[in-house]
């Protein structure tokens, strides 16, 4: 018996794939501090929990397949609160931004077309654009020039006859970048121009670390209404990556009846995560407010760490909450797991994610990591430093090579 040819292209994840390992070290009793997940331990607002415990239907029924109205009317009056008016049609529920990944390039991609991704990037968007028969065409970009993208002459280098999208996560994971409006209307215009699909994650938008971007979002331009893809989710705005609750939002009216299909045929997204999420977007702004100001403190907190290890470099990120690193080991891959079965300090670890999976391009990433700063203050400060004992151990141990 055989699995399918778009199944072999699906590589595991690399935030994930570290797991056997990890439960084995702590079966050893490590304990290990979780750089590697975008898992946010902030608190969940209470509206959430209260909405779900109130919820007292008699019988726990399907919910219809586009999503509960409740919940679409609160998308909808965020977003007017961003400028930006909707129709109910416009959004559609899913489970959460994942599976509006998914259900987007299912509907937009045929065997072998192409999207532009700059990288790195999240690496399930490999996942999705391979499990829809897809080819990434990688925007390549580097540690020494910030991981910015927005340039019109690379972009549009790319774009082949088999080009059907254009995708950005704005701000970014795992760079933390986050685009000018300057930035975002010439990547809108390259879309609009060769009509191309642009594909806006957004999920991260409420986290923007200088006030002058504001709360970005791509919906700002009326005139690429067609072109415009918005995933959004619940998980990481408001502290809530349990709920699964994501959506897509576009205005084109032949891909929003493709994605109906789709979500047709899964029936609907769990109506208890529903009624609690529509319940998230009624928080005060002062939430937001209060996130961010962690984050920061967080984002700065780990920088400061990281460039006092000899041999790191390391950008600040200006959104979301990851920073990029290059760590002066031949391969980080290799390093998380020794990380894992061979170091300890004080029988304390520390986990990442290696950075080769984020890119496209073969050979690049192999000495780079993702971190997500969604630690305490205190607990990142004793992450990175078992980080930096861990490179120094591990050069010396496995690599002979001293400082």
């Known amino acids: 018996m055989r699995i399918s040819i778009n199944a072999n292209r699906c590589q595991p994840s690399p935030m994930r794939k570290f797991h056997p390992y990890a439960v084995e070290a702590q079966n050893m009793g490590k304990k290990i501090y979780h750089l590697n997940i975008g898992q946010p331990d902030l608190k969940t607002p209470d509206a959430f929990y209260a909405a779900v415990q109130h919820f007292n239907q008699k019988t726990l029924e399907y919910e219809a397949s586009p999503g509960m109205p409740i919940l679409i009317d609160q998308i909808r009056s965020y977003y007017k609160n961003l400028n930006v008016d909707l129709d109910n049609s416009d959004v559609l529920i899913t489970t959460g931004g994942s599976e509006a990944l998914l259900l987007t390039f299912l509907c ?210 200006m959104g979301a909450f990851y920073v990029m690193a290059s760590l002066p080991v031949d391969d980080t891959d290799k390093f998380q797991y020794w990380l894992l079965e061979e170091f300890s300090d004080q029988n304390e670890t520390v986990m990442f994610a290696p950075g080769a999976p984020f890119y496209e391009t073969p050979g690049k990433g192999i000495n780079e990591v993702r971190i997500a700063y969604v630690l305490k203050k205190e607990d990142l400060e004793r992450a990175i430093d078992l980080l930096g004992k861990g490179i120094a151990r591990y050069r010396r141990e496995v690599m002979g090579l001293e400082f």
């Open 108 to 317: 937009i991609m045929d065997p072998y077309t192409e999207v532009i991704i700059p990288e790195p990037y999240y690496p399930n968007y490999t996942t999705f654009v391979h499990a829809s028969g897809g080819v990434i065409r990688a925007l390549p970009t580097s540690p020494e020039d910030g991981y910015r993208y927005a340039y019109r002459d690379r972009i549009e280098s790319l774009i082949t006859p088999n080009t059907r999208a254009i995708m950005i996560t704005n701000p970014g994971n795992p760079t933390g970048v986050v685009l000018t409006k300057e930035e975002m209307r010439m990547v809108a215009d390259i879309a609009k121009k060769h009509d191309l699909y642009l594909i806006c994650d957004e999920v991260y938008r409420e986290f923007c670390y200088d006030d002058a971007f504001g709360v970005p979002t791509m919906a700002m331009f009326d005139d690429i209404a067609d072109n415009l893809v918005i995933i959004d989710s619940v998980s990481k705005r408001f502290s809530a990556c349990g709920a699964r609750v994501g959506c897509v939002v576009t205005k084109n009216k032949d891909l929003q009846a493709a994605l109906l299909k789709m979500c047709q045929s899964r029936l609907s997204v769990a109506t208890i995560d529903q009624i609690g999420a529509a319940a998230l977007y009624s928080v005060d702004h002062k939430f937001f407010e209060k996130c961010k100001a962690e984050y920061k403190l967080r984002r700065d907190t780990v920088v400061s760490a990281l460039r006092q290890i000899p041999g790191v470099m390391v950008e600040e990120p």
